[in-house]
């Protein structure tokens, strides 16, 4: 599951890798001037700030790069300063050999810096028992695309759902079971909705998605979303098995909404309206009626 134009921890744009793509490439052209034009390649030390770059941006293979660069260096300096003898060649051999060495152990360590920060910028994103985004996620992404449907038109619609008599559930079942069934709720919304749209546990046992469409298209989604978990079943003692149902409450903006925290209070009111009439329903807040709500219910 992903969503467009909101941030991954782990996103790299192309025009960030080309940046520093070229600012690699300037320190190290920088260098081998320097080098070149003092004639003394006992300043080749300066490439470890190149070496450090090349670590730090690109891992593993940035620090070959410049070890690359670094044994051409030495190649080119001999042929055109002086003829060099055996012992100039080892110890130019050593050296590359001894700063591709430690570009590589650089670069294996930034990588796995890098790994730590993907991992602990994700889990601050996403529900740890679910898998899907978090709250605080959703409530951004929401604002982000209210913002942009403002500007640039379109229709947003919002459907949120409530896990039947959850409670119940967990005091006849105990809370493992629980935990199960919003874990299996949670594979369930990822393995239905888009690529452009977006999947959270809201709280609880409430979940939301966000998708681009009107009222009708939230509409159809909530009601596949119901019957999958309806049809869903959690094992349980003596190889019994036991099920549960949602309620779900969809809102569009702008037809139903002015703003983000309008679409949100009329989602959860269409919500509350499923739940009212008997739950196991969806309720469509139907901006165009008078009173708002438009109730479907499910055979």
């Not at 941006?57 to 055996?86: D, N, Q, R, T």
């Not at 982000?144 to 079942?173: A, C, P, Q, S, W």
Request: no cysteine; proline share 3%; net charge negative.
């Amino acid at each position: 599951m992903s969503q467009p134009d909101f941030p991954h921890p782990d996103a790299r744009p192309r025009r960030f890798t080309v940046r520093r793509s070229v600012a690699l490439g300037g320190v190290l052209l920088l260098v081998t001037a320097i080098v070149f034009a003092t004639g003394t390649a006992y300043l080749w030390p300066l490439y470890i700030f190149p070496l450090i770059l090349a670590a730090v941006f690109f891992f593993e293979l940035g620090s070959l790069v410049v070890s690359l660069w670094l044994g051409a260096f030495f190649a080119l300096y001999y042929s055109v300063h002086s003829a060099p003898s055996s012992a100039d060649l080892r110890r130019a051999l050593l050296d590359v050999a001894l700063a591709a060495l430690a570009g590589l152990l650089l670069g294996r360590v930034q990588r796995n810096h890098h790994r730590l920060q993907t991992l602990l910028a994700a889990s601050s994103l996403s529900d740890r028992l679910t898998g899907l985004y978090n709250y605080g996620t959703f409530v951004d992404y929401l604002h982000n695309e209210v913002t942009k449907t403002e500007r640039y038109g379109g229709e947003l619609t919002m459907i949120m759902f409530d896990i039947d008599h959850f409670k119940e559930f967990n005091d006849r079942h105990g809370h493992e079971v629980g935990n199960e069934l919003l874990r299996r709720v949670g594979a369930a919304l990822r393995g239905m909705v888009r690529e452009a749209d977006m999947a959270a546990r809201y709280g609880g046992e409430e979940f939301a998605l966000l998708i681009r469409g009107d009222e009708s298209h939230g509409y159809e989604l909530a009601e596949r979303v119901r019957r999958a978990i309806e049809a869903l079943r959690v094992p349980v003692r003596d190889d019994a098995e036991v099920f549960a149902t949602v309620s779900a409450g969809v809102a569009s903006y702008p037809t139903a909404a002015r703003d983000e925290t309008e679409l949100i209070e009329r989602s959860d009111a269409a919500l509350y309206e499923s739940k009212r009439r008997g739950r196991n329903r969806v309720t469509v807040f139907d901006g165009s009626r008078e009173g708002g709500l438009e109730t479907s219910i499910s055979a």
